[in-house]
């Protein structure tokens, strides 16, 4: 390759990254919309194909018929949640003395055992400001999840259009040969179809469980919590805990400690450990994904990708050692296998 060949590659290579750059800055905002298009084409590209070669369906219409599908499978059920939602935070009382009080009544009785004061003016001060942001920030994300459902709508349906191409395209620029690229696309498949039903499935399960714990010790709206705790279930280390143990604290609280005991007992024993039973089962049954992998996945990826990071998380972090066994094996190994001089 000549020298002027060889600029014009490495400039072709220099605008490309810098011009993608500047797209994927302007696109970030709507990152969840897209990835969960691409985690939705990869759960139903076999029906796709089934509709196009077996039913002899106009590509147009099987991807209509499939949108379709996704709309009332996925999106009318995460709409009635967060419309559920919306309307049990409108029944939440503003007024910040109405949460201040217990922590007030908390703080009074850790002085009187312990004479340290936990909760000063500045202390107090800080949190009573921060619950109007804590609203804002809600609404935000609500507003920016009804707009990355809709770029996962209209990005879906042009993606079953075009499915075939685009992922001829994608293997044909790939740096890998055939058989990488093979294991490549098995562990994206692999992965993004274990995590987007396991995940969900997880969710319910774990709600469902910590619903019957909040029933038999009278915790206060257990629906709402039910909804918490399901969501609760996708955040590492901690998982439902940063729902049941609060409630457990409130009942303390009001002085219901036969209750505050009982949902603390029954989350740490009941529901903490049918999650771990219910991930292994999930695991082995789908992926046989290593628990580290999964959760510093969903910790590197909540940052990155936001809700979607409980499946592109543990992906990325499985592609990277994926990568990096290839590198062993196509040259270290090679490498390590050369004649001696």
């Known amino acids: 390759m000549s020298t002027k060949e060889q600029y014009w590659k490495y400039s072709l290579i220099v605008i490309i990254l810098f011009m993608g750059i500047i797209i994927f800055r302007q696109i970030s905002p709507f990152l969840g919309g897209l990835l969960g298009a691409l985690t939705i084409y990869i ?27 996704t ?5 009318i059920p995460l709409g009635l949640t967060v419309w559920m939602i919306v309307n049990k935070l409108q029944d939440i009382n503003l007024d910040p003395q109405t949460y201040i009080a217990p922590i007030q009544q908390v703080a009074e009785f850790i002085k009187e055992k312990t004479g340290y004061d936990v909760l000063g003016k500045d202390t107090l001060t800080f949190i009573v400001s921060m619950l109007p942001r804590i609203g804002q920030i809600i609404m935000e994300s609500i507003s920016s ?57 997880l969710a319910i399960i774990q709600g469902g469980v910590a619903m019957i714990g909040y029933f038999l010790f009278s915790a206060p709206n257990i629906l709402m919590l039910g909804f918490l705790t399901c969501f609760a279930t ?8 940063l729902v049941w143990l609060p409630v457990a604290a409130y009942l303390a609280i009001s002085g219901d400690w036969f209750n505050a005991i009982g ?79």
């Open 263 to 341: 949902i603390a007992a029954y989350g740490a024993i009941v529901v903490s450990q049918s999650d771990n039973l219910i991930r292994f089962i999930l695991q082995k049954k789908m992926a046989d994904t290593h628990p580290l992998i999964t959760i510093f996945g969903v910790v590197i990826g909540l940052p990155i990708f936001g809700f979607m990071g409980v499946i592109f998380g543990p992906l990325l972090l499985s592609l990277f050692f994926l990568f990096v066994n290839m590198f062993k094996k196509e040259y270290l190994d090679l490498r390590n296998n050369l004649p001696s001089r």
């Open 145 to 201: 999840l009804a707009i990355n459902l809709f770029v996962m709508i209209f990005v879906l349906y042009f993606m079953l259009i075009g499915g075939q191409k685009m992922e001829a395209y994608v293997n044909d620029i790939l740096p890998f040969n055939e058989s990488n690229t093979q294991e490549v696309t098995n562990e994206i498949n692999m992965i993004v179809r274990s995590n987007a039903i396991g995940i969900p499935l």
């Open 43 to 69: 759960l139903v590209r076999g029906q796709m194909r089934y509709l196009v070669e077996k039913r002899k369906l106009k590509r147009s219409l099987s991807a209509l018929l499939i949108t379709a599908e």
């Open 71 to 75: 709309i009332f499978v996925f999106l």
């Open 234 to 241: 996708i955040i590492p280390m901690v998982g439902t805990a």
